[in-house]
């Protein structure tokens, strides 16, 4: 399957221009997406919840293109300032997108881009931007040609459009959660996008909380990229997908039940499975900081002692997620803020919360 469509071509002189802005969030994934095959394809289905407070708005401009020289026309700002790096890495991605969106070079195209979070926080901004990024060509499209009415044929274009910026991207299109790759017992599951995830979930996950604790903002030593690249010759990778479906089954189970000590378990362990495969990578490699550990001892003593159902995650850097419901969010807070914050590099910790995915504003 491709969106492949010669047909979305306006006419020579036409006289179109407008202007598009959607939000999207980032996302935490529960059950991570760790190696990759294809275009962009995952080894193994991976869920997670989208967020609220971190989050990208791109606001894209369009008129007639002026001249006739081949290829993509584009002005790209990034918070308010020309960014050649990241021009040319959207530039890139627009021009492989030439056979879905031929109409993309009859435009003169002007992209703002702005996270919420600070830059240089540890926080990875290819879900929130990419899928940002790919709403807006699916709004573009559906407001030049009308073809994009139905919402679950919009989002799931978008999905898989932000998927090809980026793998994680495309789970960050819908509410609360997302699920992406193909799974037996989910109808409608995709390794292509996507979909929503939210029906047999008990109400209690519907507001969570993910307050991101930061560790260390430092650029990350080995990207995402290399390290998807890198499970391809990891001698775990095998039983590490297998695993991954397995988890996943048992975490959709918890999550219907209601059973937040099983989710918690579940997350806790495919946090620190990510790592394990860094570590076991060749070259290997560890993104954790000591900082990380010792605030991962805490909160496991925090709940020995106390019951409470605080739980971590990571992402593939050193900061920790930190998963709870709302109904302890005063009690959790207390503890986060006296004994964790002063782990965090100055202080700093961005608390965030389940969302309702992807608006346009
Ligand atoms: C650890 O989506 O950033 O966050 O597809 O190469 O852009 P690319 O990778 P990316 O990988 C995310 C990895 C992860 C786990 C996850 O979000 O599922």
Redesign the pocket.
Known sequence: MNYHNPKLRLEEGHDKFGKIQWRSPS???L????G?HGV?LPRNP?I?FTLDAAHTETILEYTPKVGNHPGIDLEFYFEGKQNDLFKDKIQKYLESLSETFPFLDQLKLKINSHNSFPHSSGI?S??SS?SALALCLCSLEHQLFGTLEEDEAFKQKASFLS?L?????C?SVYATLGLWGTTESIPKSSDLYAIPYHNTVADVFKTFHDDILIVSKGEKAVS??A??ALMEGNIYADNRYQQARNRLRNLLDAMEAGDLERFGQICENEALT?HALMMTSSPSYILMRPNTLLIIEKIREYRKATGHPLYFSL??GPNLHLLYPDSYHATIQNFIQTELKPFCENGQIIEDKVGKGAIEF
Request: glycine share 10%; aromatic share 6%; net charge positive.
């Open positions: 996302n935490i994934a059950i991570k997406y760790w990759k962009q991976s997670s990875a290819s879900a990419m998927r910026g980026s793998g994680s991207a789970r995402s990229r390290g998807h990510l992402d593939a």
